[in-house]
């Protein structure tokens, strides 16, 4: 008996699904029903990695089982290839961006073939492709044209090395994640995508996103942060000439009472002008100037401030003054950049009032605390409680209290109800060379002047020098020097270039057809969105997805889409995971560079004398190098057992924990199936050819075989619908485990037994297609299986005959019985007390009650 050669079959049978083209999409006019499976793209890094194979193995699984289901599927492929890692290649290893990103795309597409995905590839395309980024920037245009954009000053990371703004997540304990250079904070003109005018409808329709993960949902609604409450007035005095109010905003007016100060953000307008005559407050907005802009930096930076000349009328009482402080805590792109403290009930303003001796007053009291002695310590409290040290709204709860103090500062003039959001407007300017660049000319004379469309795409000049920091785009006089679309004269095009989360927020919609002159095709998008399943890492919950659902919105304002929310199904896989090896000066080594002795103990394998720590176990990353690549699987044991592996080990959503054993147990499984197939399938295809494939089980055993397949096919298809992989490859494994008994019986029937391997085989062709291929084809069937239809299970077989039932006696498990199903409860008593356990567990005492649930308890109460 032959082994299973994957090395031999695997890229024999990619080569005959490219020649027979079993994967395209059929066009937007077909008459089945569409399935739009969509994994989110990668970036062209170099090479994929186990996290790549998790994630795209997933995706093909969906896309082979809905296309063997008779769905007219789309699942294409393309590259998030604009980006800071290409800038900082380009300058490593002096290769221009474009290059390094298009030879990475090669090796990434011929690795991800050899995994023998089910992809429409005549849909492919790079998003720094002209022919993509074009259709961007048109778009763009008309966002503009719709008021979906803005330009306006913003405070920006800014790495004063390399020149360029960074992201939050560029900013490294206030270092410049390449350069290492302090982060400033600087005020820079930016572009912006007005995605705040969408905060409450984006909120809204999450409710409509029913098959999201809620912790998604409930990300996404945290992010965009919706509160209720008052914007206030507070009168101000010793204020620079122009600052006689400061206007506030807060969702607990109801602690007012125990207000103790006011507190601005170093970048509010009037503490740039105190800044101005004030040495110590200038000071002080340099050092904050140093911290990154995220709210975690600023959370976990120690509270410090520097007091103002300035007090503020406490809206409730005129001649209540409290002082005005600038902050190092309080946030300018939150409310008004400006608050009310109130210590007692914020651990923020209490660790600030505690730093400079300010009063801390409660104002709520908790349950079982009385006003009298209550006092707060380290701790504010922000539970519920009633109100005391509040004059009219003591005894309130804090609801009623809320509305009784707003309806007392409306009624003054003095406040007014608001709706706020945490959300933001999109700044998408990026000074970098390799991104798409903004369709935009700056003239002395028009101002800013959009390119027209016709002239699109403004391409990226074919020759760059990154010799020095910052944006080569701005050094590069005869690229950005172009005449005024308006006028004519000589004027600047626009040197940033576009975030490239907008890259990936549309990307969806241009693969359902990859016209030449408009970004969509109406056809195409009304058939082919939403998206039914999306699949990506948890890491991506946030932005990429609410900008994407951004995008459709504003894609649908400006008539290239027809619809808001772009993926009706999400699926966050977990993350691959391995231990990690280092050396015993603490450098990271691969897992392949390592040896496991008989003694247990890790080596280094080119040099057995030095010897390795295993670190923990954590996600697969090329910094920590505790990287598997997958080409060397593939090579070793095939596809397949990469494929197999990754569905198999645990649930889908939940990490997986790359071991050799694991792929050594799944390489087994292979070759073990691969044997059962072999074994028998010359006597069965001679049975079959003989008196053909009709398959009537007549004996108890060909019953119980017929009934055990077709029970494991609706497991299966149900398990895949929901995408639970792994117990739909446990159905597998006990199916093939009870076709190798049955096999081994003279009197089973050969055309069950045959009906059973093929649907066997059909089963697992989603998950190890290339095996799936050549069992079906030694079973002797005509078409290939990725042209197969999948079968339906025998519904007059499904349903067992008896069901088993758990008895108590006094609320405690005493036996279980076989019952028919639909029993009624007399027989069910009969039954029960014909058992012998439960005969002796009810020994000579008297039936109380008998309580009966149909299917689900049977209680004796003695």
Known sequence: MSSYEPQTHEPNWQKIWETENCFAAGPADDTREKYYVLEMFPYPSGRIHMGHVR????????????MAQ???????????????????AAMEKNVHPRDWTYKNIDTMREQLKSMGLAIDWSREFATCDPSYYKHEQAMFLGFLEAGLVERRESIVNWDPVDQTVLANEQVIDGLGWRSGAPVEQKSLTQWFLKISDFSEELLNDLEGLTRWPENVRLMQKNWIGRSEGLELSFDLTGSPDGFDKLDIYTTRPD????????????????????????DEMAEF????????????????????????????????????????????????????????????HDQRDLDFARKYNLPVTPVVLPPGETAENYEIENDAYIGDGIMINSDFMNNMTQTDAFQAVAEKLEALGRGKRKTNYRL?????????????????????????????????PVTLPSEVNFDKPGNPLDRDEEWKTTPCPSCGADAQRETDTFDTFIDSSWYYARFTGLLEDRPTDSKSVAYWLPVDQYIGGIEHAILHLLYSRFYARAMEKTGHL?????????????????????????????????TQTDQGQYVLTSDPSVMINVGPVEKMSKSKKNVVDPTNIIAQYGADTARWFMLSDSPPERDVHWTDAGVEGAYRFIQRLWRLIDSHADRLCDHVTAHGGETQPKSDADKALYKTVHQALAATTDDLNRLAFNKAVARIYELSNALSSAATKEDIDKSVLFQGLSYLVIMAGPMIPHLAETCWQRLGHPEILAKTKWPVADDTVLKDDVIRLPIQVNGKKRAEIEAPVGAGEEEIRALALADERIVKAIADNDIRKFIFVPGKIINFVV
């Not at 193995?57 to 082979?64: C, K, L, N, Q, S």
């Not at 789309?74 to 290409?86: E, S």
């Not at 602690?255 to 005559?277: M, N, Q």
Request: charged share 20%; proline share 7%; net charge negative.
């Open 255 to 278: 602690t007012l009472y125990g207000a103790s100060f006011c507190a601005i953000s170093p970048d509010h307008p009037l503490a740039r002008k105190v800044a101005e005559t004030n």
């Open 424 to 456: 933001r407007d999109w700044g998408v300017s990026r000074q970098r060379y390799w991104g798409c660049p903004i369709p935009v000319v700056h003239c002395k004379t028009c101002g800013v002047v959009p390119v027209a469309k016709s002239e699109l």
């Open 55 to 66: 994630n795209y193995t997933m995706g093909d699984v969906i896309a082979r089982f809905r």
């Open 562 to 594: 027809n619809l808001k929310e772009p993926f009706a199904g999400l699926f966050t896989q977990g993350m691959v995971i391995h231990e990690t090896f280092s050396t015993p000066d603490k450098t990271f080594v691969t897992p392949d560079e390592v």
């Open 70 to 88: 008779g769905y007219n599927v789309l699942h294409p492929m393309g590259w998030d290839a604009f980006g800071m890692p290409a800038e900082n």
């Open 285 to 344: 907005l340099a050092e904050c100037a140093q911290r990154g802009t995220s709210e975690a930096d600023i959370e976990a930076a120690e509270k410090k401030g520097v007091l103002t000349d300035i007090q503020a009328a406490h809206p409730l009482d005129s001649s209540w003054m409290l002082p005005v402080y600038v902050a190092n805590f309080v946030l300018m792109d939150y409310g008004t950049g400006a608050v009310f403290a109130c210590p007692a």
